[in-house]
């Protein structure tokens, strides 16, 4: 990661969002831990919205929509407040959810534009990034 000069001065932004993305990890599996659910559970589940992906099958602008519908932290909010009414697993599959949302922001992965997979919120990833 760059450091933070006058021609750069976006590259702290960028890392105090990574850090975000830390703490929100963080905090999904501390939660997860708290509620006490099974650890085969968050293994098997942690990876699932990365399925949106296939967004991408379609045309870039439905992938980006697909992905940044599942990849926003609204969305396992929601399901946490569902929790109230359906339970304790609605709970930990919102932490699980959460933890991953934070996990790819603080690999970089942001909310993507819809010029591509590799245009994200947080800059390019990937080839595109290579390329500069």
Known sequence: M???TASNPIAGTILL????GLAALGLGVAAYIWLGQSWWVFALLF????????GYLRSPRFGA???NLVHTYAAPALLALSGLAVGPLAYGLAA????????????????KLETGFEHTHLGLIGKARRKR
């Open 96 to 111: 699980i959810w959460t933890a991953h949302i934070g996990f790819d922001r603080l690999l970089g992965y942001g909310l």
């Open 47 to 54: 990876l699932v919205p990365d399925i949106a992906m296939l």
């Open 65 to 67: 929509l697909t992905y």
């Open 2 to 4: 760059s450091t933070v």
């Open 17 to 20: 969002q990574r850090l975000e």
